[in-house]
């Protein structure tokens, strides 16, 4: 059963503690995207990567960090530094180089709740 | 810069009405939209996508480059159309911009 599995789907988290969240896909996609889901603002990415061993920041980087050393996983870090860390976190996979022709497949999402 | 508008948080139509979720965006090349869709308790989902000028679910999207819109559009709304509906532009480096989605709501 091909897809993208994140995981947890929910996880608190006590202020000034860093967590992270898992994504992975077995797509044999090569890029994979965080993006944060608040009320009233959309999604709005953090990270993406197209290929192993690279990544760029989205607009919203500030607090958080990734790292891709397989194609097939793509965890994201939420830091101490991040100020407004609640939210809902949604990772996505596309397969780079067809022109956006199938866009993204997304993930099931992970709630973080700050305590 | 890269931007998606949807003027229109929340959107209420009756059954077999006909519905409309606008979509405008900003972009210097040549867009690739996409409307999103999720479903209650569901994961987000592509619904259609204009380079396929397909219909899906009686949904259709035309691209209009004068008027930098993607509207959505559906002649007769069901009640299992109620959902969240996000409007997409794909810009440099494969990276995809979101509106803040239009919640659309079929009143019985």
């Known amino acids: 059963d091909g897809g993208i599995t994140q995981s947890p789907k929910y996880l608190f988290r006590k202020e000034g503690q860093n967590v992270t969240l898992s994504c992975e896909q077995n797509l044999n996609h090569d890029a994979m995207y965080w993006y944060r889901q608040d009320p009233g603002q959309g999604l709005r990415l953090i990270y993406y990567?197209?290929?192993?061993?690279?990544?760029q920041k989205g607009d919203i980087a500030e607090g958080y960090s990734v790292s891709r050393e397989k194609k097939e996983s793509f965890p994201l870090t939420v830091t101490s530094a991040q100020k407004n860390p609640t939210a809902f976190y949604l990772c996505?996979?596309?397969?780079?180089?067809?022109?956006?022709?199938?866009?993204?497949?997304f993930g099931s999402g992970t709630r973080l709740t700050v305590v | 810069a890269q931007r998606v508008t949807q003027p229109e948080k929340l959107l209420s139509v009756f059954k077999g009405a006909p519905v409309e979720l606008k979509c405008n965006y900003s972009?210097?090349?040549?867009?690739?939209l996409f409307w999103y869709v999720q479903y209650s308790r569901q994961r987000l989902q592509l619904l259609l996508r204009?380079?396929s000028r397909e219909s899906i679910k009686g949904f259709t999207a035309d691209l209009n480059k004068g008027e930098t819109s993607f509207h959505l559009k559906k002649p007769f709304a069901q009640e299992e159309d109620s959902a969240m509906y996000y409007c997409a532009l794909r810009g440099t480096g494969n990276q995809f911009y979101f509106g803040t989605g239009t919640s659309l709501t079929v009143i019985p």
């Open positions: 972009y210097s090349g040549s867009p690739e």
């Open positions: 990567s197209q290929i192993v061993n690279d990544f």
């Open positions: 996505a996979s596309s397969i780079s180089g067809t022109g956006g022709v199938y866009g993204y497949t």
């Open positions: 204009h380079i």
